[in-house]
């Protein structure tokens, strides 16, 4: 049993010191400077202190992989090829039978996936309503898609996924899940869904863009029902760089068919007849790789293996159970979700909310310049999901759909979203919390204004080129 109590649990380490610019001063509209309060992890983490230094200590060494004959040339493709092992590991995939291909992150990912898996005409890729986009248009573009429905909690149902699956069994050949909602945190129980899917011979791929930060991830044996076909997931979600992410699945898949990408890198020889093909993963990686991006990502992945996931999944539950607690007591917070403080099994630390009255834009707005609370609003690349736990209805929704035509964001629906990382402590929430409190009293100070074709508000005054003063020209 977890104690949810906030003093009892300190960190496994002091993990806080280890994220670069945690404690950035930001300025505030009324000109104090504050320790910034990043809560929009679910969009991207901040880097680990070690994924730079080894990024840098790397870049010394640094060069091209696979083809060069020059040392740094050797050093560099043999810290690219552990950083596979690295990620391997990490997920517990089959280092014989399973490939880790580099991409630039999950949307690259799993377009790859959607261009490389051998659809033929009336297949179906079975998915939820509650995806991200880029675990749903891909497929649309390949297949019929199907979305299994969700409960009014906005958690998937699973007697309509499993209806779904036996009623159009056969013709299934790909369930595509999310490991966990960017929107609500809700956790799909994804191995009961492979066993499920893999009973009615379709494969699965769990988008882990969202679960990879915190939980481990165990794909099981290739003989296990439970065994996951495919994962996709980027680093700048789990504490490195924009820019580098990972595919993993079977090497016998990559090796049929043709890459959806070509170009140098990706064979074994060609003339001006003929292209041979090398192996996966290199014949997935058209092009020179993101070298540093994929030693960064393995250097993260390493460090979250020491600190240990079980670890980081605690700590960031009781941040969760701290946080609903203190949201739900506030009156002019409307939270959407599950609310359920004893039931976190099911759910990352990502909670949405409206502040009643208020539009999310602004009230995201005020928590930026007014508290330096950093959060995030809107829909999230997950549009069919926010209209559904929002209840938008179609005539609604005609509306908003001619507006965005025109060019005019404003008072579109949405939500604020807060989400956790493993480095977020208490402190973190109560300056949430207390600026949300003075929100729903309409204790601030902006003059907030929308700009109509972004829906993004902003405080009558700002400048908003005043942010280059930030960096020097130089670089
Ligand atoms: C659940 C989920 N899937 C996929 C993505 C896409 O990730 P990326 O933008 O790194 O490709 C995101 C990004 O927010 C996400 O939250």
């Given amino acids: 049993m977890l104690n ?3 003093a009892v649990r300190p960190l ?19 000109g104090r400077q504050v320790p910034y309060v990043n809560l929009d992890n679910a969009a991207s983490t901040p880097s680990l202190r070690c994924v730079k230094e080894k990024m840098d200590e790397v870049l010394d060494y640094y060069s091209s992989v696979h083809r060069g004959s020059g040392f740094k040339s050797l050093l560099s493709t043999q810290l690219y090829e552990e950083a596979r092992e690295i990620v391997i590991d990490f997920v517990s995939a089959d280092r014989e039978k399973d490939v880790v291909v580099f991409c630039k992150n999950t949307t690259e990912a799993l377009n790859k996936l959607a261009n490389r898996f051998p659809f033929q005409s009336g297949d179906i890729v079975l998915t939820t309503g509650m995806e991200h986009h880029s675990n749903d248009l891909p497929w649309r573009a390949r297949a019929q898609v199907i979305h299994a429905g969700l409960c009014s909690d906005g958690s998937l149902d699973m007697e309509d996924f499993q209806a779904n699956l036996e009623k159009y069994s056969g013709k299934i050949k790909l369930v595509a899940v999310t490991g966990a909602s960017n929107v609500t945190g809700f956790m799909p129980p994804i191995f009961d869904i492979a066993e499920m ?7 699965i791929v769990v988008d882990c863009a969202q679960l990879l930060p915190h939980r481990s991830i165990d794909m099981q044996p290739f003989d296990s029902p439970h065994h996951l076909d495919f ?3 980027s680093a700048h979600k789990v504490y490195a760089p924009l820019g580098s992410g990972a595919l993993i699945g079977p090497r016998e898949f990559f090796n049929q068919g043709d890459p959806d990408y070509v170009g140098g890198g990706t064979v074994e020889i060609v003339t001006l007849d003929e292209v041979v093909w090398t192996s996966a993963p290199e014949r997935e990686e058209a092009g020179s790789p993101n070298v540093i991006g994929a030693i960064g990502l393995a250097a993260s992945l390493k460090f979250l293996s020491q600190v240990g996931m079980d670890a980081i999944a605690a700590h960031e539950n009781e941040l969760t159970h701290y946080a609903l607690t203190k949201l739900r007591a506030i009156k002019g917070i409307t939270l959407f979700g599950s609310t359920d403080v004893n039931n976190l099994e099911k759910r990352v630390g990502v909670i949405p909310f409206q502040v009643d009255g208020i539009p999310h834009g602004m009230a995201s707005s005020i928590l930026g310049f007014e508290g330096g609370v950093g959060v995030r609003s809107g829909c999230f690349c997950a549009h069919p999901y926010v209209l559904h736990l929002l209840k938008v209805d179609d005539e ?12 005019n964001r404003s008072e579109l629906p949405g939500l604020i979203r807060v989400s956790f990382g493993c480095y977020n402590n208490y402190s973190d929430v109560d300056r949430l919390v207390e600026m ?6 309409r204790d601030y100070v902006g003059d907030y204004i929308e700009e109509a074709c972004s829906g993004s508000y902003f405080p009558r005054g700002f400048n908003p080129h005043s942010v280059r003063e930030y960096f020097s020209c130089s670089g």
Avoid: C, M, N, W
């Avoid at 899917?197 to 494969?203: D, F, I, M, P, V």
């Avoid at 609604?396 to 060019?407: D, G, K, N, P």
């Avoid at 949300?436 to 009293?441: G, T």
């Fill in 4 to 6: 949810y109590s906030p």
């Fill in 12 to 30: 496994p380490v002091e993990l806080r010191a280890e994220i670069i610019g945690v404690d950035q001063v930001v300025p505030l509209l009324d």
């Fill in 197 to 203: 899917a893999h009973r009615h011979g379709a494969k």
């Fill in 231 to 233: 994962i996709a997931f």
């Fill in 396 to 407: 609604t929704y005609r509306l908003y759909h001619a507006r965005v035509l025109e060019h």
């Fill in 436 to 441: 949300l409190e003075r929100i729903v009293r």
